[in-house]
Structure formats: C-alpha cells, structure tokens
C-alpha cells in the first residue's frame, strides 16, 4: 500500500505542474452542469475508539447545477475501504461548493446527508476545500482536501481525504 501510496502523490504532483503553464492560458468560467470524479488517500479514525488511524482508498463523485459563477449545488458521494476490504465508511449527501472570487479557482465545499461504517446507515456530514487547475474547454484537474464525519451504528468517526479530481465545468 505504502508503495502505491508514493506513485498516487508523485503522479499528483507531476499532474499538478504540468497543468501549471496550461492554466495560466485557460479562463475559468462556470456555467450549467458540472461533474467530479476523483479519486486519492484516506485515513479513517474513530471518536472513543482508542486505536490509531487507519489508511486506506478513497474517493468521490459529485454532480450538479451552477447557480452562479461563486456558487454551485448537487449531490455527492464519498467513499473509503480500508486495504484489507473490511472496513468502509461514506457518504451520500446533499452538496454545496462555492467559490471565494466568481473567475478565481480556489473553493470551499460542504455536504450533509447519509452516512454509512461497514454497511451501518446514519447521518454524514462533510466538508473540505478544493483548487481548479483550468486543462482547457470546459476541464480542470481538482486537487482535494476533505473531511467526513460520520455517526452511524452506534460509532462515531471521521474520514480525512486527499486526492485528485476530474471536473467538468
């Protein structure tokens, strides 16, 4: 795990710069339907639980209607699995993303909805922040940041989530 840990974040960060001059040439407009898929790390902990932190695959889909150039509203969901396969934790919510400058491509990103841990139903909450590197049309790569809170089942825990995104604007 470790070593597809390293090829996930060096692949990233190649992805990252390269898009770097790209984006300097693209203009960031939002309009209509937009789409994210992406995928990453994610580390699970548990409130009361006393153990440590637990990594594993994660990743998301989201999709929806831009309301304005700032503000964007959908639905999302969010998934983690641990290595081994026997533990998983998600979401499935209502989502908001809205964006500090109507051209900039930095924004914040928030959802409540359905929660589950190992197949238990009960509220989850998410929030993070996320930066639209413009690849040209109406694509960006989106590196991620986010965080899950999950209460279902009688347990408490929480998802960090790193990773990369496609988003279709």
Do not use: H
């Amino acid at each position: 795990m470790r070593a597809s840990l390293r090829g996930f974040v060096l692949a990233t960060a190649l992805a990252a710069a390269s898009s770097v001059s790209l984006v300097a040439q693209q203009p960031q407009t939002r309009e209509g339907f937009w789409f994210s898929l992406g995928m990453g790390y994610g580390s699970l902990g548990c409130f009361g639980c006393g153990g440590g932190r637990v990594g594993g695959l994660s990743g998301g889909l989201s999709l929806g209607w831009t309301v304005n150039p700032r503000l964007l509203l959908g639905v999302g969901t969010t998934g983690w699995i641990d290595a081994a396969g026997y533990t998983s934790a998600g979401t499935l919510d209502a989502r908001v993303r809205f964006y500090p400058k109507a051209t900039g491509r930095f924004f914040v990103t928030g959802g409540a909805g359905l929660g589950t841990i190992s197949g238990e139903r009960g509220l989850g909450l998410l929030g993070g922040v996320g930066y639209d590197l413009r690849l040209g049309g109406a694509a960006s790569l989106t590196p991620y940041v986010n965080l899950m809170l999950i209460e279902a089942g009688g347990r408490s825990t929480n998802v960090g989530q790193a990773g990369l995104a496609v988003t279709l604007q």
